[in-house]
Antibody, heavy 123, light 109 residues
């Protein structure tokens, strides 16, 4: 079964750090584009970061310089290292896979999502 | 950055009725990179439509997507009880960057 399972969320003080993990099963993380998307309480969805199969990484302006996306190929796991956390980073964080057309080209829609992990930044 | 504006904010309908949801972009979007999601309370979003009009795996054919350029539509032909949820449109553009609309809530009238 194709599945993503996040972990690592919790309560952290402003200025603190947290590392989120996203374990994949049923497919290979390193062969796909993988992303993090977050959702503040009662709000909409916000894209956070992506790592391409070739290793290139990109970030939303709101997290650039503070968050780092990475993966561990042998563990088939995606990570998000979050530093210098702020109250506005409070959200449910989802990992998601970028989907492909049957041709193999990416369609840039998120076809598989994890269940999400809650991050609360508060003193 | 391309901004997606969804309307209406809330749609109050009865089961069996037709739902038409709009997503308007601040500038032209590639149809290949326009998607729709459904999200129920406490759950992750679920992909419904990609490429503006292609249904994702397992999505019933009462869901359909259309549009091009700056105007896109998600139509639910006959609402089932399980369709009452929040719907988001999403586009992919250069940078790279993904952006989402603010969502449309479909509620039971």
């Amino acid at each position: 079964e194709v599945q993503l399972v996040e972990s690592g969320g919790g309560l952290v003080q402003p200025g603190g750090s947290l590392r989120l993990s996203c374990a994949a099963s049923g497919f290979t993380v390193s062969s796909n584009y993988m992303s993090w998307v977050r959702q503040a309480p009662g709000k909409g969805l916000e894209w956070v970061s992506v790592i391409y199969s070739g290793g290139s990484t990109y970030y939303a302006d709101s997290v650039k310089g503070r968050f780092t996306i990475s993966r561990h190929n042998s563990k088939n796991t995606l990570y998000l290292q979050m530093n210098s956390l702020r109250a506005e980073d409070t959200a449910v964080y989802y990992c998601a896979r970028v989907g492909k057309y049957s041709s193999g080209w990416y369609n840039y829609a998120f076809d598989i999502w994890g269940q999400g992990t809650m991050v609360t930044v508060s003193s | 950055e391309i901004v997606l504006t969804q309307s209406p904010g809330t749609l109050s309908l009865s089961p069996g009725e037709r739902a038409t949801l709009s997503c308007r972009a601040s500038q032209s979007v590639s149809s290949s990179y326009l998607a729709w999601y459904q999200q129920k309370p406490g759950q992750a979003p679920r992909l419904l439509i990609y490429g503006a009009s292609s249904r994702a795996t397992g999505i019933p054919d009462r869901f359909s997507g259309s549009g091009s350029g700056t105007d896109f539509t998600l139509t639910i032909s006959r609402l089932e009880p399980e369709d009452f949820a929040v719907y988001y449109c999403q586009q992919y553009g250069s940078s790279p960057a993904w952006t989402f609309g603010q969502g449309t809530k479909v509620e039971i009238k």
